[in-house]
């Protein structure tokens, strides 16, 4: 096994770096994921339009992934990366004035652009700095210390809400993305920009750059179509696991908070042994036995009976995200060419979304219209079903 030592000669310092970057943005992520769902249920009742109001973020990202991944291949990295920062600190600010659900759909909607150009730069760095032989383990060092982000940053946000009017979170959430700021700005290279040599208006071709993935590698679709599947689940679990455990099971916000912190403490901590196992043996077999665990899980969880059943497969549902995403990205980098990371970045990113979409969006349909909020998490088993039989195409 390659020390650590070497690791850091071949340049995994700077995956490291952009590491510690991710986890400051995601714990501001993780406290704002937990707080919309509950601040949109203050203002409307219906699943379908907490639902719809969650996705309308990931509406947004699904149309500019494509677009500010060729901002980062024209204007650089760390730019586009500063000024989405810039733009989530005043977007925390808005969302402490928010009354109305109109003003929640509309900020979503924004928010979810300013984010991609957050996300994309990030992804892209983080390709650009893994050592070769090494891109299943540079991706799960990194998803493992993101991670962090997102077990701390619930809890934080449950404990807040419990001792604060629910919308101080979103000045906390400013507060961290601030953060964020000064330490991209004090840590960052500043990058050379490869200059994609594109005219003005093929920005907006998303039809001609998702043919241009799909047309790279045999995988691409079968791995755009799993990430579309894993994110439905990501996108279910911060938004339903909120409102089933508090409106079934009797959890307060403080103990949802706990729940989902425990949730990405187990996603992170099989993050490292995935990423290893992956480069050794095979990212396929390992993303397989993630959606097998996933389906499970998910199924059982929909089943659950009291909060200690409920929580229990939560758990491991969580866990599943660990033994796909790492799979996902690692080869996605390998089919990836180097000269359009920027762009083809941005059209695998926009499975991601779709996923986000997806989730909260049929998830609060079906819960409104069948059977409450445990609905969401037969759909999810349902989902993974049919992606354990997608992963099967990768194994020829």
Known sequence: MISFKQMMAQGFG??????????????????????????????????????????????????????????????????????????????????????????LMVMGFVFGTIAVAFWIPEAVLIRDYSPKKMYGLSESVYLAISQVGWIIGPI????????????YNFLLFSALVSVGIVYAGLTLERDSVRGQQRKQAKLFA?????????????????????????????????????????????????????????????????????GYLMDKVGAKYIMLAGFLLLFSAAYFAFLSTNAYMFVFFLLLAGGSVAWIAPGTEALATTIIPENKRGEMTGVFNSAADIGLMLGPLIGGIIGQFLGGPMMPFIYVALVAGVAVFISLKLWK
Do not use: C
């Open 14 to 103: 700077r995956v490291l770096k952009i590491s510690l970057l991710a986890f400051i943005a995601v714990t501001a992520f993780g406290v704002y994921d937990f707080t919309i769902p509950y601040f949109t249920e203050e203002i409307s009742e219906s699943l379908m339009i907490i639902g719809i109001t969650v996705s309308l973020m990931y509406v947004a990202s699904f149309f500019f992934e494509i677009p500010l991944g060729l901002a980062v291949d024209r204007f650089g990295r760390k730019k586009v990366m500063l000024a989405s920062l810039a733009g989530l600190v005043a977007m925390g600010a808005l969302y402490f004035f928010a009354e109305q659900i109109w003003q």
């Open 156 to 167: 934080i946000a449950g404990i807040a809400a419990t001792q604060l009017d629910l919308k």
């Open 206 to 274: 998303l039809a001609k750059s998702f043919k241009e993935f799909i047309g790279i590698h045999k995988y691409a679709l079968p791995l755009y179509v799993l990430s579309i599947a894993v994110n439905i689940w990501v996108g279910i679990e911060w938004v339903f696991v909120q409102i089933a455990g508090s409106n079934v099971f009797g959890l307060s916000e403080g103990a949802v908070g706990a729940v989902l912190g425990g949730m990405m403490a187990v996603e992170g901590l099989l993050y490292l042994s995935s």
